[in-house]
């Protein structure tokens, strides 16, 4: 009779290459995920050391962050990140990584583009140099961010070093209402437990509400674990997984899809499994959620006020609300529903997938973008732009006055010119509402696509509950 | 590769912020770079200066007369939240920064400051609020970081210990890097990936 394990632990487990006493674990990777921001320096490292990539067939690489959203037959206006995708490309081909590069039809966010092409698959070991590899963890795989040191080192030996995580259960039980989706859960799991309560731990999402989603819903809340602390969140691997899986470029085939998903089946935590820390969200109760703050912990249910620094006992908590209030130019008690919005993005490897585009929309579908707002959107791949294009999305977002991009990673992390000017407000479906973030000066609102749209049509935050027809409308996004 | 850590002594620069993320550390416009060099102009770049790129008025902490040359900073809590960006310790240790002491630190922000002869040290919440208390009276008082010892010296003569990653401390003394150690495990890859077969090949065509 074995130990009951959890998900983490038999990920682990396998992975574990060799530990010494007293060191941390050699960890094997399964797939690493590389973009033009935090590879450089890494691959120089390897020039100066004369070491090469072990394992180029389990690398993959992409431009996203730094690239511009405008049509790609225009030049990039930007010296620096021309000369760092071109870096990219350079490294990609002297050390035999595949590169999806601007112009390919695999291009997109990093993201976006694993699970698309079937790269992503459970049980795995997933690193990246960026925050949001979490994402991947909704295949239930163990997938998290890593520095560029790291980045060398995975690209050097296929491992890197870790201590083992300690696991942190997030039980959403019950059943979302309409109009409320998996932005919303996640959302008002990082208000609750803080924008450092998972860290060193791994989130392990699990209940009703979570089975009873999409695989790009699980990845939606997934994406956003590091911004409630954890360095990875993943959900135990289920049908829904399978069928999104199979059949992807890159999936088992054949025999090997059989023997794949007889491995992956015994994957999830067992009966009687502890966890570290756990906590319950009741998903009948959760209403569309929208951050007021500076951080994705400042997270409001849309229908209440603004808090007060007055009603925060703790001094450290009072001043960082009277500052991110100051900052965001809101009143204490003011309610967030109609305030004024002057862009609205929806994109990002938070929300930026086609479920995504689908319900955005469907809430703009023979409606008008509100005069004087901006309504960006960019599809997180070039796979997701041309099936939005296909489906008549695009038309609809072009017919209601959106500026319809290229895929990229854009206005969330605006390094690529795409970017909110100083005291603009924007609604945003990415993931970081920080000073600044989507544009020195600027400020975010973190909230769902269909929370975005709604708000694009009437110019100020708006629930998007009151939209007619939300019953229909929230079943876009699928169930 | 990091300098060892050996002994230092050194004036502190406190920053009362809690949940600083790392996008306040170097905005993700400065994220452009390819290689690690002159990233000091990009500490903290938002909160020190101004459109046209003089300082604030009044200055940013770090600006203020004093500050340069001081090696360790004294933060509040979820210190480097975040992005990934290690161009965050580099930026901090291109300014000078070599220790930064807090209740604690983000997952991924800590892991690369350890890589980078960055040492944060978590010290528990009335310690941190004994040192506040301290700089608040003497904003030049002296503390001494030793490292090996697992200890700062405060100006009173006592120490507050700390914990650290036995091998991360052991990295940090001799200013190696784990890179160095992984490849001395070449054998156990191999044998390891011997017996686990790749699960994907990203080269073939899709």
């Known amino acids: 009779m074995t130990e009951p394990r959890t998900i983490v632990d038999k990920i682990w487990d396998e992975h574990v290459v060799v530990q010494d006493p007293g060191a941390p674990a050699v960890l094997a990777v399964d797939l690493h995920l590389v973009h033009e921001v935090t590879s450089p320096q890494a691959f120089s490292g390897l020039r100066e050391r004369g070491l090469t990539v072990r394992r180029p067939g389990q690398t993959v690489a992409t431009a996203d962050h730094s690239i511009p959203t405008t049509p790609r037959s225009l030049p990039m206006l930007d010296a620096q990140a021309a000369a760092q995708i071109s870096q990219l490309e350079r490294n990609c081909a002297d050390f035999g990584i595949p590169l999806h590069g601007i112009g390919s039809p695999s291009q997109g966010i990093v993201h976006v583009i694993g699970p698309q092409l079937g790269l992503t698959q459970p049980g795995m070991t997933i690193v990246c140099g960026d925050s949001h590899t979490s994402t991947h963890g909704a295949f239930g795989a163990l997938a998290f961010g890593i520095g560029t040191s790291e980045v060398e080192m995975v690209l050097a030996t296929q491992t890197l070093l870790q201590r083992h995580p300690n696991t942190y259960e997030v039980r959403v039980d019950g059943r979302l209402a309409p109009g409320v989706s998996a932005k919303d859960i996640i959302l008002a799991l990082i208000a609750r437990i803080g924008v450092g309560g998972g860290t060193g731990h791994v989130f392990e999402y699990r209940g009703e509400a979570i089975r009873a989603l999409t695989m790009e819903q699980r990845m939606t809340i997934c994406n956003m674990s590091i911004e409630g602390g954890a360095r990875a969140g993943l959900i135990a691997p289920d049908d829904t997984t399978f069928e999104y899986v199979h059949g992807r470029p890159h999936a088992p085939a054949g025999p090997a899809w059989d023997a794949a998903v007889a491995r992956w089946r015994q994957l999830p935590t067992d009966d009687g499994a502890t966890f570290d820390k756990s906590i319950t969200i009741d998903a009948n109760a959760l209403e569309p959620m929208i951050t007021y703050g500076t951080n994705p912990g400042m997270g409001i249910p849309i229908t209440s006020r603004v808090p007060s620094p007055s009603d925060e006992t703790d001094p450290a908590a009072r001043r960082a609300l009277e500052h991110a209030l100051s900052y965001m130019d809101l009143q204490p008690g003011q309610p967030i529903l109609g305030q004024k919005v002057d862009v609205v993005f929806v994109g990002s490897c938070t929300n930026g997938r086609i479920s995504d585009l689908r319900l955005a929309a469907a809430a703009l579908k023979d409606r008008r973008v509100a005069d004087g707002v901006m309504l960006m959107v960019t599809p997180g791949s070039d796979e997701v732009k041309r099936e939005a294009e296909r489906e008549g999305l695009a038309d609809i977002f072009k017919a209601a006055g959106a500026d319809w991009r290229e895929s990229g990673c854009s206005m969330c992390i605006a390094m690529n010119g795409d970017q909110l000017s100083p005291g603009q407000y924007a609604v945003s479906t990415s993931n970081r509402n920080f000073e600044g973030r989507q544009g020195k000066g600027g400020r975010t609102f973190l909230a769902s696509p269909l929370t975005a749209a709604a708000s694009a049509v009437m110019g100020v935050v708006t629930d998007p509950r009151t939209l007619p027809g939300i019953e229909s409308l929230a079943a876009v996004g699928g169930r | ?206």
Do not use: C
């Open chain 2, 1 to 206: 590769m990091a300098q060892p850590i050996g002994v230092f002594t050194s004036k502190v620069i406190p920053i009362d912020k809690e949940n600083v993320d790392t996008d306040q550390i170097v905005p993700a416009r400065y994220l452009k770079v390819t290689n690690k060099d002159g990233l000091a102009d990009a500490l903290f770049r938002d909160w020190r200066f101004e459109e046209d790129g003089s300082l604030k008025d009044p200055p940013f902490i770090l600006d203020q007369p004093g500050m340069a040359g001081r090696s360790i900073l004294l933060v509040g809590d979820n210190f480097g939240a975040g992005s990934s960006r290690e161009h965050a310790p580099w930026a901090l240790t291109s300014w000078g920064v070599r220790a930064i002491l807090s209740t604690g630190f983000a997952d991924i922000f800590r892991s690369n400051s350890l890589k980078n002869g960055l040492l944060p040290i978590v010290v528990p919440a009335e310690v941190h609020a004994k040192l506040r208390d301290i700089i608040e009276r003497d904003p030049d008082a002296d503390l001494t970081v030793d490292l090996s010892e697992q200890g700062v010296l405060l100006p009173d003569g006592s120490t507050v210990d700390f914990d650290i990653d036995p091998f991360a401390k052991r990295m940090l003394l001799a200013g190696t890097d784990e890179l160095g150690y992984l490849l001395s495990k070449g054998a156990d890859i191999d044998a390891w990936e011997a017996a686990h077969p790749p699960r994907i090949e990203t080269r073939a065509s899709a």
